[in-house]
């Protein structure tokens, strides 16, 4: 059963996926055969419907989507902000995205949260997919099984948290399986009880109001993000986990987070996930010694 993991950063980290695409492509036994890139997502720097993370993509959306469709894969627009309302539908640049990436092939599409801008971009553009967004904290099971039979949805990403859930998981038709998009790597404190205040606050950030930054609410805030720590997490979903629980039950989708962190860490990102232990160096040479590419 092939696996399908969903990449962060299709606007932040554009430099990147410039030199590991053709890697990927062309060198395909430097990485696990079962593995394959379901899509790239993200939202440029100050984008009003842009949430989850504050988007700092600089790159061309032209040459997005052009990388995007020389290999074939589906972009997705990350519109997960919480607080819009009429008034925000008519942003210029946010349209002006949607009518550049809905007409790409393969088909790309739209994680999104508010059920306003659902509705609005189903009527004015009807050629994207819709994948109900992890800032909506969906941390109780039932309500995580009516997001799924929605048919408006062709994923939904659950929180992090309910990741270990397997009897529940198990128990899903497969229907509702191949709607899952379980969240790998987040470190983001298991207990936390502020989550959706730290989305909200992206949210704000993203539609220009002058607020405070939110403050983590985690023992270990000070640290950052550290892949090491994500690994500690008890709902983090390694290579291992997938191959021998996830896939085996069923499961196909696979999001890995990292937006707002840097391009050494989505490279360790990339290495750990799809590319053989034998040949994880090789890639990593080939990435740093790309005299265009600034990793940090």
Not at 55 to 61: D, H, I, K, M, N
């Amino acid at each position: 059963m092939k696996i399908y993991y969903h990449l962060p950063g299709l606007f932040e980290f554009y430099d990147l996926y410039k030199v590991f695409l053709p890697l990927f492509r062309e060198h395909r036994e430097y990485f696990y055969e079962w593995c394959e890139i379901g899509s790239v997502y993200g939202a440029p720097a100050d984008c009003l419907w842009g949430g989850g993370r504050v988007g700092f993509g600089e790159a061309s959306p032209r040459d997005v989507a052009a990388l995007m469709q020389t290999y074939g894969i589906s972009s997705r627009l990350t519109f997960s902000n919480s607080l819009l309302t009429g008034a925000h539908l008519a942003d210029s640049r946010c349209n002006e995205l949607c009518r550049l990436f809905e007409t790409d092939i393969p088909q790309n599409g739209v994680i999104i949260h508010s059920n306003l801008l659902l509705d609005y971009l189903k009527k004015t553009y009807p050629g994207f997919y819709f994948v109900s967004s992890t800032t909506k904290v969906l941390t109780d099971f039932a309500a995580l099984q009516e997001e799924l039979d929605r048919e408006e949805f062709r994923y939904v990403v659950p929180d992090f948290r309910l990741n270990r859930e397997l009897a529940k998981w198990s128990a899903l038709s497969d229907t509702e399986k191949q709607k899952v998009e379980f969240l790998c790597n987040e470190c983001c404190w298991f207990d936390c009880y502020d989550r959706k205040n730290c989305y909200e606050n992206v949210s704000r950030k993203s539609l220009g109001e002058d607020c405070e930054d939110h403050i983590c609410v985690s023992p270990d805030a000070e640290r950052g993000y550290r892949f090491s720590d994500a690994m500690k997490n008890p709902g983090f979903i390694g290579t291992d986990e997938i191959q021998t629980i996830y896939a085996p039950a069923g499961f196909r989708h696979f999001k890995i987070e990292g937006r707002s962190l840097g391009s050494a860490v989505i490279l360790e990102f990339l290495l750990y996930y799809m590319t053989r232990p034998e040949w994880q160096l090789k890639v990593r040479e080939e990435i740093y010694l790309d005299s265009m590419l600034d990793l940090f």
